[in-house]
């Protein structure tokens, strides 16, 4: 049986807010830091996605 991972869908939805932010309400440097720090935060909650979990007994 296959569960989902509510932390990883929480951190990839609050990363694509914040890219969506960065990218429509600043401009310049700020923005691409923002949108930046978004994106990074969509990546890694889609790689969380797809690591293995360990089952402890």
């Known amino acids: 049986m296959k569960t989902r991972n509510t932390t990883s869908w929480v951190v990839t939805g609050l990363g694509a807010a914040v890219t ?5 309400a600043f ?9 930046g720090f978004g994106a990074a935060h969509v990546v890694l909650g889609v790689l969380d996605m797809y690591r293995p979990t360990i089952k402890n007994r």
Do not use: D, E, L, Q
Request: cysteine-free; overall charge neutral.
């Open 27 to 35: 401009s310049g440097p700020i923005a691409a830091g923002i949108a």
């Open 20 to 24: 969506t932010v960065g990218v429509t």
